[in-house]
């Protein structure tokens, strides 16, 4: 959430849930809003982390989306799905480097 706030973005919900399933973050930097999911790793053994994200999971994150932008969302808003990939160093020697990956898997259409 800092690296977001740095950024100039304002959070709007922090592990929004529909039933057992949520989305990570929700964004927003003007009339942009951004489904964000955070994955992390501390090392790459298994895979980096943005491979993390299948198309279940895509699949489940539009739902909850979709769910957000029925309750909150606002008729000029516009939508992506963003990914917060963070790789920590193995040997926690260096801060961990932070890439966020816009618009990660395509939009949400209006």
Known sequence: MAHLLQSGWRIEAHRFRLGHHDVDLVARQG???A???VKTRASLRFGRPEEAVDHRK???LFQVAELWRARFGLPSDQYRFDLIAIEEAPDGSTSPQVRH???A???VEK
């Open 101 to 103: 990956i816009t618009n």
């Open 105 to 107: 898997w395509g939009g």
């Open 58 to 60: 895509r699949a489940v």
């Open 31 to 33: 009339n942009l809003v």
């Open 35 to 37: 489904f964000i999911e």
